[in-house]
């Protein structure tokens, strides 16, 4: 019997250890020549500014074929960029190459003068009047909504209750019942004393938040994934890719407070949403009246939305005109991988296209 237990070949350790050397080695050389890092490479202007919030309208290489623009909600978690992290993945980019005429709220960087905005504040003011902006923008009644994550909460909350001015209602990894038993999130935020963290600490900073999201999966992405990095680090553009994303998830917003004690209490802790009692200003949201056709779009490894918290929205929305498009991929898959590219933005555009 071998007196090493672990079998270890003298010479492939040296053979590997001396790959390693190399890498690192090479790294050293691409991390100094990485400029600076972009996020949103899509061509845009922007229409309407009103405190912290812009509203991006892009720009693609030919006239925009649909009749309806389509306005992109994103989540207040992270900045917007994932949807157009770089050129080849893009999701604007490639709903623009499809024909479709696209905005994009970005809800900026809260700071203390925003500790008091509420749901009501983001979805009956700022939401609202973006869609405003957009519908004088084209002389129309109604435009199409697009919510990810937050926002299709958002966007749902929205449609329920301005339903004249949606024409069509898309969701992708949006939760409707948050609490499914397989949402490690949802068990999680139920069981933090929310009145005493928000009046503790006010705005919640992005890096408490940053930290939560990480544990999710801490040896996928606190340790694996940095491990796996030396083996592209002489590859330039892989390195730039990888620190792209990195600036994505680190560059994130701190909470608006109150905003976060509402959502936490009313959706994650009493899944308020599904049960038809959730309120925006004193206003319930009953999904039961939004009666457009509403495309929802899940992720079906996604770790941050199960599809178990995004599916029953087919049993409580007004709409006899649901469709549900299942994603092969995880919750930023659907976003920048390449299968996404080639499935997500040709359907979001076709599924419009017929209506």
Known sequence: MSANPFHIDPERARAEVEAFRRKVEAGMETLKNVGP???????????????????????GTKKPSAKVPLLICYALVNTPWMVDLQEDRSMVRNLLEQGEDVYLIDWGYPDGADRWL??????????????????????????????????????????????????????????VDFHTPDNMLSHWARNVDIDLFVDTIGNVPADLMNFAYLTLKPLRLNQQKYVAMVDILDNPKEVENFLRMEKWIFDSPDQAGETFRQFTRDFFQKN?????????????????????????????????????ASLPLKDVVGSKDYTVLPFPGGHIGIYVSGRAQKLVPPAIHEWLAAR
């Open 272 to 308: 308020l949403l599904i049960q038809g009692k959730a309120t925006v200003g004193g206003k319930v949201i009953d999904l039961g009246t939004i009666t457009q056709p509403v495309l929802n779009i899940y992720a079906e490894q996604d770790h941050l939305v199960p599809p178990a």
């Open 37 to 59: 890092i972009e996020l949103g490479t899509t061509p845009r202007e922007a229409v309407y500014t009103e405190d912290k919030l812009t509203l991006w309208h892009f720009k």
């Open 118 to 175: 509420t749901l009501e504040d983001y979805i009956d003011g700022y939401l609202d009047r973006c869609v405003d902006v957009i519908r004088r923008r084209h002389a129309l009644d109604a435009i199409n909504l697009l919510g990810i994550c937050q926002g299709g909460v958002f966007s749902l909350c929205y449609a329920a209750l301005h339903g004249d001015k949606v024409k069509n209602l898309i969701t992708m990894v949006t939760p």
